[in-house]
RNA sequence: GGUACCUUGGCCGAGUGGCUAGGCACCGGUCUGCAAAACCGUCUACAGCAGUUCGAAUCUGCUAGGUACCUCCA
């Protein structure tokens, strides 16, 4: 229990950073064996599971004489016979392709629960079925999950509902594509290995630098789910760049003043969007849209076009929308750059480095940039004034 | 070995028969006291071979390379 306490706590932390939003809940298979002991009843209840031995197993040939097993992944049942025809060690199942329901535990196991079959465990796609069908009911709509995951553990989850509600249970299956490193697969033994941790900190051979969680949830929404993403340092960088340019001309969206009438037509983004993302979620595209309004805001804010007041709210309302509520990217604003006294005192340096400009006393202009810059800071001159910010 | 999927410009990554995203980098320009930022422009690709078609990155076949699953554990 302290093993899986230390990986949950790391992992809600990294979720956390991410600013992936908690599930409402995350139910454990440990705690809920008596639904799935309920659930292997109704699975035998209706004949398509039998006991050999104090374990239970599903009946795929049968199961598969009335429904489809491997509808999912588009597999069939004769090629999974002959595959798998010559492995040893499974006397106690009718056929290779079954899969345990309620396995009985060896003396030295040591998950043990009281069954009516024996001292045991569930089959491991039994949860699932149980934990899904419990807090979502008997039909919901999305199950997601990586595509690894396809077959066999949600094509039996999808047998296992079929035979024991009599219903499939899931309108939509999302999965998620693997994550490759430099076009590799993450593996222990490639050496390629890089945890969330690593990722931020850079404290790993592969990584030149340490990257914003912001970075790395912006970088994998560059991506359609459905393909596969190749972490390397140079695409990193690439995203780091694109997202600090995006939140920027987010930022400036917000302190735009309007005109009287805009210059430039705007369209429909919000369309544009929307249609995007009913499009199997096909967030590259979204953000390929916001790019193409950044240039607008950009524009805009160097006094080349104009927005009228109705234009600037509808962009800040898309902007918000699908930056901040719906790719969930959040600005990287530090703290410290909202302490009143501090921004004040770099105001200060800044505007004595504009009376210098104007006295074209530049050798105090340079410096007061330079040594501000050494800092950490940057500095970028306006039309009439300045604007800073702390470099990431 | 079997099944499925993938291979796009320097890098990442959309796009499913004609209109050829977007980001990053590079180069040129505007702006600037010089920079930075921003803007404008340039670079025009679809693994290879063959085929279907008036027309293919997009369809078909073959070849090469890659990924996942096919066994345990979740």
């Not at 705007?266 to 369309?271: A, T, V």
Request: net charge negative; proline share 3%.
């Amino acid at each position: 229990m302290e093993i899986v306490d230390y990986y949950t706590l790391r992992y809600h932390k990294a979720m956390e950073m991410l600013n992936v939003l908690p599930p409402s809940i995350e139910p454990k298979a440990s705690g809920h064996i008596m639904e799935q002991i309920e659930f292997v009843e109704k699975i035998l209840d209706a004949g398509y599971a039998y006991e050999s031995d104090g374990s239970v197993y599903f009946d795929v040939e049968k199961y598969n004489k009335d429904y489809h097993y491997g509808i999912l992944s588009g597999r069939n049942i004769d090629e999974l016979l002959e595959t798998t025809r010559n492995l040893d060690g499974q006397s106690e199942k009718r056929r290779s392709v079954d899969f345990a329901l309620w396995k009985k535990a060896s003396p030295e196991h040591i998950m043990r629960w009281k069954a009516p079959w024996s001292v045991g465990f569930p089959g491991w796609h039994l949860e699932c079925s149980a934990m899904g069908t419990k807090y979502l009911g008997e039909e919901f709509d999305i199950h997601g999950g990586g595509m690894d995951l396809m077959f066999p553990h949600h094509e039996c989850e999808i047998a296992q509902n079929q035979a024991g509600l009599g219903k499939s249970s899931v309108r939509y299956w999302m999965h998620n594509n693997m994550i490759t490193i430099g076009g590799q697969k993450m593996g222990k033994s490639l050496g390629n290995f890089i945890t969330l941790e690593q990722f931020f900190t850079g404290n790993h051979p592969l990584l030149t630098k340490g990257f914003s969680p912001m970075t790395i949830r912006f970088f994998i929404l560059q991506a359609q789910y459905r393909s596969t993403v190749d972490f390397s340092s140079e695409a990193l960088e690439a995203s780091e760049k694109g997202l600090e340019r995006l939140i920027e001309g987010y930022a400036r969206l917000q302190n735009l003043t309007a005109g009287e009438k805009s210059s430039i037509e705007i369209g429909n983004l919000r369309e544009k969007c929307e249609e995007a993302m009913c499009d199997d979620l096909n967030t590259p595209i979204v953000i390929s849209h916001l790019f193409e309004y950044l240039r607008i805001i950009n524009l805009a804010h160097d006094g080349k076009e104009t927005l009228s007041q109705a234009d600037l709210d509808e962009l800040n309302s898309v902007f918000k929308l699908f930056i901040e509520d719906i790719l969930g990217l959040q600005s990287t604003e530090t703290a410290t750059e909202g302490i009143e006294a501090y921004r004040k005192a770099v105001d200060l340096l800044l505007n004595i480095r504009l009376e210098a400009k104007k006295n074209k006393d530049w050798a105090t202009s340079d410096k007061i940039r330079n040594e501000l810059t050494s800092y950490g800071f940057e500095i970028k001159d306006t039309k009439d004034g300045f604007e800073w910010k702390v470099a990431p």
